[in-house]
Structure formats: structure tokens, C-alpha cells
T-cell receptor, first 117, second 110 residues
């Protein structure tokens, strides 16, 4: 099946710094990618929809100025957590749909664990 | 909100079949039912999906009721590595994201 890769898989940063997470579709093009966040013992929660060449669409309660999303190409979306604070510590997961298929299957990255000290 | 309901947790003895039920009573006629699982600290892993007919692949079997309001994921011979949270998802059609419910936490016991 299609492959989605995230980098880094884990990152530790100091409070107030910014962290960038990359999401790549390795063998297919994705006009849309989705970013999820998962806190311990909770389910995945959708943060935003990343659209290639246009602005991302954010879910209610997600600050667009804090979680900057850039989808500059059909194979790469980036999520930047700006001025990170300990409460932003979470597991961030991206996903994409292979537009060549019409079944709706989503392919997920391995996840990026962010720890803000 | 997720459009499916699943039991919160289940236990299964190693080597036995694990049957995980899911209710998706509001599914529309052209929507697939998807099953994913998430092993601790990993991204969700696709398992199987189906529309009307029962499906089988190398990982699992999917039994869908005739009215399509529920389905059962079957892991025929559960192993310890199958311990994970299993999500049944009724996606919207088109280019929309998957909405995850709380899933079923399956514990395979030796």
C-alpha cells in the first residue's frame, strides 16, 4: 500500500521554541493531508486539513497561528508548532489519501512525539 | 463525532479468534466501513475495509450484516502482537478525513 512518512519521530524542545514536523507521501501524490493530535490514552483528534497550494482548514479550537501548516507540494506537508509550551506535548500524526483510489482509505504516518520541557 | 460504537475493551486468549463488533447504523449505501488499529506509540495501521460483501485479507476477516448497520472484525488466531486499539470507522464520502471514536482496546493474553 501507499506509504506516508513523518520526521522526526520524536523531538524534545524547550518551552518557547518552535518545532517543525514533516509529512511526506512517498509513492503517491496527495492534494490533501490531514493532521491529527493524540494525547495519552485518548483517541486521535483531527487538527486541520492541509490543502496543497492553499490555506489549511483548522478544526474548532485549534489555533491557526500556533500550528502553522504548509503544503507546498503534492508530497509534502509541514506542521510547525510555534512557541511550544508543555501543554503542546502530544503525539502528532499525519495522514493522506491516494487520489488514484476511490475507496477513501487513509494512509497514516508513524507519528511524531513532541515533548516540551 | 464518530458515527460508530464499539465496546471499550476486550480480552482474547492467544491463539483464539478475536471477534470485535461495531455498530454503524447511520452508514449510507455507498460508504465503506474501515478498520484500523493502533499499537501503542505508533500511527494507525490499516486492516481491512468493506462495502457489502464479507472481506478477507492476510490480517483479518470482515463480516458485514446484510443491512450494513454493523460489522465484526475477526482476527482468526490472535497473537500477543495483536494487542492494540481497534477502530471501526464510517467515513464520509469524498476527500474528508476519518473521524476516530474511542475504539476497542484488545488485550491478547498468553
Amino acid at each position: 500500500g501507499a506509504v506516508v512518512s513523518q520526521h522526526p519521530s520524536w523531538v524534545i524542545c524547550k518551552s518557547g521554541t518552535s518545532v517543525k514536523i514533516e509529512c511526506r507521501s512517498l509513492d503517491f501524490q496527495a492534494t490533501t493531508m490531514f493532521w491529527y493530535r493524540q494525547f495519552p490514552k485518548q483517541s486521535l483528534m483531527l487538527m486541520a486539513t492541509s490543502n496543497e497550494g492553499s490555506k489549511a482548514t483548522y478544526e474548532q479550537g485549534v489555533e491557526k497561528d500556533k500550528f502553522l501548516i504548509n503544503h507546498a507540494s503534492l508530497t509534502l506537508s509541514t506542521l510547525t508548532v510555534t512557541s511550544a509550551h508543555p501543554e503542546d506535548s502530544s503525539f502528532y500524526i499525519c495522514s493522506a489519501r491516494d487520489r488514484r483510489t476511490n475507496t477513501g482509505e487513509l494512509f497514516f504516518g508513524e507519528g511524531s512525539r513532541l515533548t516540551v520541557l | 463525532d464518530a458515527k460508530t460504537t464499539q465496546p471499550t475493551s476486550m480480552d482474547c486468549a492467544e491463539g483464539r479468534a478475536a471477534n470485535l463488533p461495531c455498530n454503524h447504523s447511520t452508514i449510507s449505501g455507498n460508504e465503506y466501513v474501515y478498520w484500523y488499529r493502533q499499537i501503542h506509540s505508533q500511527g494507525p495501521q490499516y486492516i481491512i475495509h468493506g462495502l457489502k460483501n464479507n472481506e478477507t485479507n492476510e490480517m483479518a476477516s470482515l463480516i458485514i450484516t446484510e443491512d450494513r448497520k454493523s460489522s465484526t472484525l475477526i482476527l482468526p488466531h490472535a497473537t500477543l502482537r495483536d494487542t492494540a486499539v481497534y477502530y471501526c470507522i464510517d467515513p464520509n464520502s469524498g476527500n474528508t478525513p476519518l473521524v476516530f471514536g474511542k475504539g476497542t482496546r484488545l488485550s491478547v493474553i498468553a
